[in-house]
């Protein structure tokens, strides 16, 4: 099970309605391709996480890269796991912002942590698939 793990800026532009537009068709094609993940977006800030067959992945990220719809796009981590994190979610999104009160907190802290931890790394990093169980985690409560 291959993983890669990016964080990007959204295009200024971009309102909510076009990424919620772009999310239902990536459900749908990350679902056909057995692709699953996660997007987490904090103020405009994104990190996404996708895995699923290695071919299929890396084929899916340069499309990605491509999208004009976000820019700065740094690869934090890609790593090798015998299993998905986020297998339930052909793409789980979630808006971190005041108004998911209840763990707001918490996912503001693991979106920072996330988002400013170390730069590239395409050695498995124990650190970072903590943090990405934890995300799941707090993702599913
Ligand atoms: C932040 C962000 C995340 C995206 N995530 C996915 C994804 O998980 N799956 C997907 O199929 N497309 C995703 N896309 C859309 C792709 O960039 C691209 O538009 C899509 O694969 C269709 O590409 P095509 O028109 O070249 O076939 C994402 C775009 C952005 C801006």
Redesign the pocket.
Known sequence: MFSLVYK?V??TN?SSES?NN??Q??????RE?S?T?C?LHHKGE?I?L?EGDETEVKS?FK?????K??EKIIVLNTEENLFRMFGKW??IYTNINANNTLTYQEKRELFNTIYHSSDVSCVPGISKLALWKEANLILSS
């Open positions: 990007s959204l295009a971009l990424l772009m999310l068709k990536a459900r749908l094609f990350n391709k692709i993940g997007l994104i996404q996708i899916l499309k990605i890269q491509k999208d719809r976000h052909s793409m």
